[in-house]
């Protein structure tokens, strides 16, 4: 079981707007920056957002992350067929580790 | 653009030890935080652990009994060794640059399979 929680699925339609929410609390989300990485199928992470906003180069705007208490979310605008992936959240635990959300599949439909 | 490649056996066999090498190319070597992470087959991800260029490590507490990663400078690599392995090690293993707190870039993953 992983100690950030996300929906195991979501999905939505060619240019709707898609919202994946990732929770924990006050040792990891809490009080530290959340990060979102992007999964393609059979490929390896990537970084799509770090310290919770922040798109790096080449990162569309369509993709945002924004952070609130223990919670973050990763919103999706104009959805697109290729945006159909796993996407998970991250974030350092008091713990001494760095932990992971058990990952959100998106489906296009 | 750095570039990272992991290379090792692909089975090992229960009760062996697991060992994995990443290569960075590219870029920089030091000033950065180096890390291993492990996706079991259809599950998430796992952070195993990182050790700075200098050499300090820091290691998932699930793991630590059983995990050494270590660095060589001159090569450029940077390795992970797991003991004592069973079936639920069995996973693709990713190595991956952290910058800040994020891994800012990852190789492309190394499925290691536990089984005799």
């Known amino acids: 079981q992983s100690v950030l929680t996300q929906p195991p699925s979501a999905s939505g339609t060619p240019g709707q707007r898609v919202t994946i929410s990732c929770s924990g609390d006050s040792s990891n989300i809490g009080s530290n920056t959340v990060n979102w990485y992007l999964q393609l199928p059979g490929t390896a992470p990537q970084l799509l957002i770090y310290s919770n906003n922040q798109r790096p180069s080449g990162v569309p705007d369509r993709f945002s992350g924004s952070k609130s208490g223990t919670s973050a979310s990763l919103a999706i605008s104009g959805l697109q067929s290729e945006d159909e992936a796993d996407y998970y959240c991250a974030a350092w635990d008091d713990s001494l580790k760095e932990v992971f959300g058990g990952g959100t599949k998106l489906t296009v439909l | 653009q750095v570039q990272l490649q992991e290379s090792g056996p692909g089975l090992v066999k229960p009760s062996e030890t697991l060992s994995l090498t990443c290569t960075v190319s590219g870029d920089s070597f030091s000033t950065f935080y180096w890390s291993w992470i492990r996706q079991p087959p259809g599950k998430g991800l796992e952070w195993i652990g990182y050790?700075?260029?200098?050499?300090?490590?820091n290691y998932n507490p699930s793991l630590k009994s059983r995990v050494t990663i270590s660095i060589d400078t001159s090569k450029n690599q940077f390795s992970l060794k797991l003991s004592s392995v069973t079936a639920a090690d069995t996973a693709v293993y990713y190595c991956a640059r952290m910058r800040g707190r994020e891994f800012d870039s990852w190789g492309q993953g190394a499925l290691v399979t536990v089984s005799s």
């Open positions: 050790i700075y260029y200098s050499g300090s490590t």
